[in-house]
């Protein structure tokens, strides 16, 4: 307000705000976003022969994520709630001090991804479910962290742990979500949070559940979130940390070279989604889905309600997307630009090629004969995979 006249400032973002509480801010602004036909890539067979050769780096029990250090190492986590630190040759050390997780059905030790700075600040940041017993049940809050990497005469361990945030209300259910993604200029963090198998949750604006959330990196909420107003007034600052709203079971966040928040995530009986992630917009689950509920009742489609944000690209029959990276690297050619997307159910690599419009499709299947649990890039140009098995096994992807 300036000299007691409310500004077209003011009323912009007091209009904004009331949009984004109802999940209707993107429709409204630019209709367009919400008219735009989804492809369903479900039925796409895999290539009759893949364009790598394979080679086995380590073996490893149930791991679920990889990140590179700078200098190439990578950071392995097991879902029992393990860490290994891996050379390129395949020598594993184990990391102490991770903190106790809740190790059952899809939860457990989760994502890691490093510090934009850990070349000064050793940070690495990561996802668990932290349990709480409660009577019969095991209770568990998806949990953010960061702790400092030590190493010292050949072991590894994490250090000076601070846990940045907790979703509430404890679970007992799966579906966590607990990707996380450092946008380019490295100064934020996002975060996918699951519904916990609870899908009404993903529309409750009060729960951090079924939402993509936005932090500061020491956890804090950032001035311009669609709701900051409102940062200390839940008890996980639900409201305040919400970017979008309406996910179901997210388990692939990146960002592309040009900018762009890309996100994949599971939907029930069909209807799993690559969706472009926008500030403010609500992605309809539960309320839409191009997939149907196990049980084979029926759920509306994207078509049918133009508020929610369609997805661009669709699988049904599923895939089971675990996983996401862009390649940018030089060994594959043909591969710039597009994103890698492992695959659970369907055991296949799959590539996802875009357009200069902005449009997406699947390119390539490859199948990779075994769960494809995540997927990372290094330096230079080769893939990396990791099985979703016991033994899993972290695998190597170069050009024939």
């Known amino acids: 307000m300036l000299n007691g006249q409310v500004t077209k400032t003011t009323i912009k973002q007091a209009v904004l705000r009331s949009l984004f509480v109802l999940g209707l801010a993107g429709s409204v602004l630019n209709p367009s976003l919400s008219q735009a036909q989804s492809i369903n890539a479900g039925g796409r067979e895999a290539v009759a022969e893949n364009p790598f050769k394979v080679q086995e780096v380590a073996a490893f029990n149930t791991p679920w994520a990889i990140a590179f250090l700078p200098d190439q190492r990578l950071l392995v986590t097991e879902k ?174 990146a960002f592309a070279a040009d900018g762009k928040l890309w996100l994949h995530e599971m939907g029930p009986k069909g209807g799993d989604e690559l969706n472009l ?53 030089g060994l594959f050619k043909d591969w710039k630009g597009s994103a890698l997307i492992g695959g659970l159910a369907s055991m296949a690599l799959i590539r996802v090629a875009f357009k200069d419009n902005g449009d997406a499709d699947e390119a390539e299947r490859y199948d990779m004969g075994n769960r494809i649990r995540d997927v990372a890039v290094a330096k230079d140009g080769s893939v990396y995979v990791i099985e979703d098995d016991i033994p899993g096994r972290l695998l190597r992807l170069t050009p024939k």
């Open 80 to 253: 029992a709630g393990h860490i290994f630190l891996t050379d390129q040759k395949g020598k594993k050390t184990e990391v102490a001090n991770v903190p106790p997780v809740s190790f059952e059905g899809q939860n457990g030790l989760l994502d890691i991804a490093v510090s934009p700075d850990f070349a000064t600040d050793k940070l690495v940041y990561f996802t668990y479910a932290e349990p709480e017993r409660s009577g019969k049940d095991v209770l568990s809050s998806l949990t953010f962290a960061r702790a400092k990497l030590s190493e010292k005469d050949g072991k590894a361990s994490l250090d000076d742990l601070t846990v940045l945030w907790r979703q509430m209300p404890k679970s007992k259910w799966g579906q966590p979500g607990g990707i996380i993604a450092f946008s380019p200029d490295g100064k934020y963090l996002f975060l996918t949070s699951g519904d916990r198998m609870n899908p009404k949750t993903a529309q409750d604006p009060k729960l951090a559940l079924g939402k993509v959330l936005r932090f500061n990196r020491d956890g804090s909420v950032p001035q311009d979130n669609p709701r900051s107003d409102l940062a200390g007034q839940d008890a996980d600052n639900a409201r305040a940390l919400t970017w979008t709203t309406g996910h179901r079971n997210p388990y692939g966040l």
């Open 277 to 329: 992630i926008k500030q403010g917009l609500n992605y309809g689950w539960p309320v839409v889905s191009n997939g149907t509920q196990y049980s084979g009742e029926a759920i509306p489609h994207h078509e049918t309600r133009p508020e929610f944000e369609p997805p661009v690209i669709y699988w049904t029959p599923v895939i089971a997307p675990a996983g996401l990276a862009f390649y940018e690297g």
